[in-house]
């Protein structure tokens, strides 16, 4: 499944950065809804034509934001 979002390569916001607000926003709005699986980073890479570690740093920044206060809206609507 493509991504909904896209990068802007011309922005100052960094690639990493706009993935994971992407990620965000598709769990946000139900896009991809509880226990939806994350594509491998090496397919989201592919996707969106970035690096894989481009993708893998995105989803560890992901993981680490998932668990800092203010985020449980996010957390409970991926609980399967």
Do not use: C
Not at 7 to 14: E, I, V
Not at 36 to 46: C, D, Q, V
């Amino acid at each position: 499944m493509r991504p909904s979002f896209t990068l802007d390569r011309a922005s100052d916001t960094t690639l990493q950065d706009q993935i994971r607000k992407g990620v965000i926003e598709l769990m946000r709005s139900q896009a991809w809804s509880a226990g939806h699986r994350l594509p491998s980073s090496l397919t989201m890479a592919w996707l969106l034509g970035v690096s894989r570690s481009t993708v893998t740093i995105a989803y560890q920044q992901w993981q680490m934001a998932m668990w800092l206060p203010g985020n449980a809206a996010v957390r409970s609507s991926l609980a399967t």
